[in-house]
């Protein structure tokens, strides 16, 4: 990076940071800080609902994803325009009329305080480790383009996440997702142009494709019914059905979006638009990653982009053959490009294909080599580096403006992805938790000592984030990372919400014990089958509402909800 690099990225901090400090200067009151007092047009709504979703994980995960997978990955969102329409039609009314601050406060008028309390507890488990996620992808960036150890970036990442969300609130958070999602798809749109114009000048957009398509990164749609694979069509309509379910009726950082939009149908205008708009966001952040392997195709990548990760490798007992595997590698590299080319002007022709897919398939097998002695340097169980692929594109290949662009989009989206779930963390903790069991007198000031106490809430989760941030990139890619971590949660919170919406003869004691046997149950599933994390979001829905209605149904006494608000 260089002068203008950095000019860019501090002019656009400078610009959020001051947005938030004055959206905090004005009075503030505790409904205010946590709901923007009810008062957001639709379309901001929608941006932050998007925004909090999206986070940095999505350019740097994605991108690395499409770089190994292709476009596979786009299926995972198949299940989220028909969540969005189930949601509208059921929480998204049922909330605003019942005046609540968490999506929990209900489940005590339906069910008990004790039920209210376990499932607020596991969206704060759940989403405190899912943050720490969201702070390591923008450190990833930063430790290549900086040059510093991760540890440092994740406290410099966290630490002024934390104290930016502190005095912002919900206001300042929407705001800044507006201004994150321009920055991120006008620096995705100019990123994609760059790299189109990096192909050789004899390499066309369509040759590129037709390199994308011989690699098997245009598959965007897998029929085949397989458990065990994550990306399928039926996985993204059924697993990834139940997820979207559950992150957007379930989990505060999304339940608090669309309770401060300024009436129910604005709310389901902003989740609408969410539903719809996601698909084709994702497809050009898939695209873009394409595109890098295919620049990739002519220019040599690393073997490992994780130099660091590299740099032990060599130093271990197996350096030798690291370096080795280092020249097959640069060796295989050549007759893969040359194979393009070939491909290229043979128009596809089957020997040509067939060529160019057996370099391609040695250059990864090379890769898996190299991974395998890095496991070995490093007692790591498993290495990945896809994480790393776009962040050292764009600050090798990339010219300057251009980097600090999309430096800038990716910090400020982890900024605001980050503080939307700071501030959701320390909502549930002060209205579910601290509000209840330790009530402030009636003194005239309780709102304002609400306010303290959640600001300083906001800091311990985000002390918790950098804890979690420091020990989460080893464990490969970030965008699935973060999904694994909800799978094993979110579909049993869904299953109460079920139980307590859709099935009016079930009993708290049928939805307390049956979340408990429904987080039990995906962690068996987890532990003892290899079944795709997607599925975890079904397994656990499924186990709650069957236990939920059996415990219900062997109570001898009535309690009979009344589950209207």
């Not at 005046?99 to 969206?123: H, I, N």
């Not at 990096?198 to 040759?207: C, I, K, R, T, Y």
């Not at 350096?319 to 070939?342: I, P, S, T, V």
Request: aromatic share 12%.
């Amino acid at each position: 990076m260089i002068l203008i690099d950095w000019l860019i990225v501090a002019s656009y901090l400078l610009y959020v940071v001051v947005g938030g400090l004055w959206h905090s200067s004005r009075p503030q009151k505790l409904e205010s800080f946590l709901l923007a007092g009810r008062s957001l047009p639709w379309w901001t709504v929608g941006l932050s609902i998007m925004a909090t979703q999206m986070s940095a994980i999505t350019l740097v995960g994605t991108t690395g994803q499409a770089y190994s997978n292709g476009l596979r990955f786009i299926q995972f969102y198949f299940g989220l325009p028909l969540a969005m329409v189930l949601l509208c039609l059921t929480v998204v009314p049922f909330f605003h009329q019942a005046r609540v601050v968490t999506a929990y406060e209900y489940l005590e008028r339906r069910f008990d305080s004790k039920t209210r309390s376990l499932t607020s507890f596991v969206f704060l488990i759940s989403r405190g480790m899912s943050c720490g996620v969201i702070i390591a992808a923008p450190s990833v960036i930063l430790s290549i383009a900086l040059g510093w150890d991760e540890h440092w970036t994740v406290l410099a990442m966290g630490i002024s996440t934390t104290l930016y969300t502190m005095f912002g609130g919900t206001r300042a958070v929407a705001w800044a997702d507006v201004k994150q999602m321009v920055v991120i798809v006008s620096g995705v749109l100019a990123c994609m142009f760059v790299v189109v114009h990096q192909l050789p000048a004899d390499v066309s957009l369509l040759n590129a494709l037709h390199i994308a398509a011989a690699s098997g990164k245009l598959q965007a749609v897998d029929t085949r019914f397989d458990s065990h694979e994550t990306y399928t069509l039926w996985s993204g309509l059924l697993g990834g059905l139940f997820l979207m379910l559950a992150y957007f009726g379930c989990d505060q950082s999304q339940v608090q979006r669309y309770l401060s939009a300024r009436s129910v149908d604005e709310a389901r205008v902003s989740l609408l638009f969410n539903g719809f708009a996601k698909i084709p966001l994702q497809l050009m952040i898939l695209f873009m990653g394409i595109l890098v392997f295919t620049v990739y195709q002519f220019e040599r990548p690393p073997m490992i982009f994780q130099s660091q990760a590299a740099t032990r490798a060599i130093a271990g007992p197996s350096g030798k053959e690291f370096l080795q595997l280092n020249e097959r590698y640069e060796h295989e590299f050549e007759l893969r490009k040359r194979a393009a080319y070939e491909l290229i002007k043979s128009d596809s022709e089957p020997e040509a294909r067939a060529e160019y897919v057996r370099a391609n398939s040695e250059i990864s097998s090379i890769r898996d080599q190299a991974s395998r002695l890095i496991e070995d340097a490093t007692q790591e169980k498993k290495f990945s580096d896809v994480n790393y692929v776009f962040p050292v594109f764009i600050t090798e290949r990339l010219p300057h403006g251009l980097v600090g662009l999309l430096i800038a989009a990716i910090l400020s989206a982890a900024m605001s992805a980050s503080a939307g779930e700071l501030n959701a963390l320390s909502t549930a903790t002060v209205v579910d938790f601290y509000g209840r069991f330790l009530p402030q007198n009636s003194d005239g000031d309780g709102d304002q000592k609400m306010l303290l106490a959640t600001r300083l809430i906001t800091a311990f989760w985000g002390c918790i984030a950098c804890v979690v941030a420091l020990n989460v990139a080893r464990l490969g890619s970030l965008i699935e990372v973060v999904n694994k971590v909800g799978s094993f949660f979110y579909g049993s919170l869904l299953g109460v919400f079920v139980l307590g919406i859709l099935i009016p003869w079930s009993k708290a004691r049928g939805a307390f014990y049956g979340l408990m046997i429904g987080i039990v149950t995906v962690a068996v599933v987890a532990r003892t089958t290899s079944i795709s994390f997607l599925w975890y979001n079904l397994v656990g829905c499924m186990a709650v509402v069957i236990a939920g209605v059996m415990i219900s149904a062997c109570q001898s006494h009535d309690i009979s909800p009344n589950p209207s608000i």
